[in-house]
């Protein structure tokens, strides 16, 4: 296997120039997420047409214009699952990628398999098979093996040519801007999500109000902090369950707070102060400041409701040729029914994600027709690949 490394300042001009001259470029890291605050990145891999680079961001070299090659808007960047490279590129450059392929992503608009592995994906499109022998590998440890080396350069080498077979399928089916507007709005959704706090995603706060809220808000503002001081994953630091408990109980006393089972750690003693700091802060909270969960009080959709339109999507992704998990989730279906129960002002919220853009047209506009009645999903033949059939409903009568 054929790549160059690049581990000293003398050799990153090679690389540069080498993207520089390039219109469509391949983008992989290594790195480790499992005892971090944030992914540690161990390389870097590079591929153009003609060549492959690996870069060593632990070795003492400056790659701020490096990373500045990538959010280039006359250049593609071509990945496999990337939401880890955007956001390492993101960091570095604070910018999107402007012309960001997912050859996973394509791969789910063209119909196949999603989420597609990167070696079942190869072999699909490119016929090539590819060994998996470094999956759990240390990647910081140094120096690396020249299996490590080998592995990380497959998994760049082929992006610029699958690039080309996958374009070349989408423009066949029209669907090529379908995957440039989603990369879009998937890099935005993604960095928001990177930026705003994340307080709102703990799980058993949904029934929470008011003070409650703000305890939960105060103690992830703490975990967090502490767990970039010390480089930790945060829910090592307190776990989520244990937030919502403390936001239940709502005590500020030390003792009743050591007393909740799960804070009995040696560790977590230390930390009983700062805990009834947060929870004090939170029940101190101005009024006029307290947190909220904005769709907590609209009407929901009842269980059946959300099952009939879930299969009612699928039959829709059927009938398209495109794979239902890249057109959406169970979630995306409950927020478009929530949004059509409730008569949600577009001009003041935005658009579910089914009725945004292609999906809009494609199943969206569809599923509203059964949702209201217009059209039914029936059983033509039970025997068939295809059993369901799409028809006019019959005009509704009450006897």
Not at 322 to 348: C, F, K, M
Request: charged fraction near 25%; proline fraction near 6%.
């Amino acid at each position: 296997m054929k790549y160059c490394l690049i581990d000293n300042a003398d050799q990153l001009p090679q690389v540069q120039v080498a993207i520089q001259s390039a219109t469509v470029v391949g983008l992989d890291t290594e790195f480790v997420a499992e005892d971090c605050f944030r992914p540690d990145l161990c390389l870097v891999q590079v591929s153009t047409e003609n060549a492959v680079f690996i870069v060593d961001p632990r070795a003492n070299i400056e790659l701020t214009e490096f990373w500045r090659l990538f959010v280039d808007p006359h250049r593609t960047v071509v990945v496999h699952s990337g939401r880890e490279e955007i956001l390492f590129v993101f960091r570095q450059t604070g910018q999107t990628i402007p012309r960001l392929f997912d050859v996973q992503v394509a791969l789910g608009i063209l119909g196949g398999e999603y989420p597609a592995s990167y070696a079942n994906l190869l072999n699909r499109i490119l016929g090539v098979n590819l060994e998996k022998g470094e999956t759990r590998t240390d990647w910081r440890r140094r120096p690396l093996s020249a299996d490590q080396l080998d592995y990380a350069a497959l998994d760049v080498l082929d992006l610029p040519r699958l690039h080309t077979r996958l374009v070349n399928e989408l423009e066949s089916l029209g669907r090529l801007q379908w995957l440039h507007d989603d990369l879009e709005r998937r890099q935005r959704e993604l960095i928001d999500t990177h930026l705003s706090e994340g307080w709102q995603r703990i799980g058993g706060i949904q029934s929470m109000r008011g003070r409650q809220l703000a305890i939960v808000r105060e103690l992830w503002r703490w975990r967090e902090r502490v767990a970039e001081q010390r480089d930790m994953p945060a829910r090592r630091v307190l776990r989520d369950d244990l937030i919502v408990e403390l936001a239940k109980r709502g005590s500020a006393d030390p003792k009743k707070i050591a007393n909740i089972r799960g804070l009995h750690h040696t560790g977590l003693q230390r930390m009983i102060p700062d805990l009834a700091s947060c929870v004090a802060n939170g029940l101190a909270a101005d009024e006029l400041r307290l947190p909220w969960l904005g769709n907590s009080k609209r009407n929901r959709p009842l269980p059946l409701l959300q099952q009939f339109l879930n299969a009612a999507m699928a039959y829709l992704c059927r009938c398209n040729r495109i794979a239902p998990s890249i057109v959406g989730t169970s979630d995306d279906v409950r927020e478009l029914i929530t949004y059509w129960l409730n008569d949600v002002d577009s001009d003041q919220e935005p658009l579910p994600s089914l009725l945004a853009g292609w999906r809009g047209e494609l199943i969206g506009q569809p599923l509203y027709e059964i949702f209201s009645g217009q059209k039914a999903l029936r059983v033509n033949n039970p025997l068939d690949d295809m059993p369901l059939v799409l028809c006019d409903a019959p005009p509704y009568r009450l006897e």
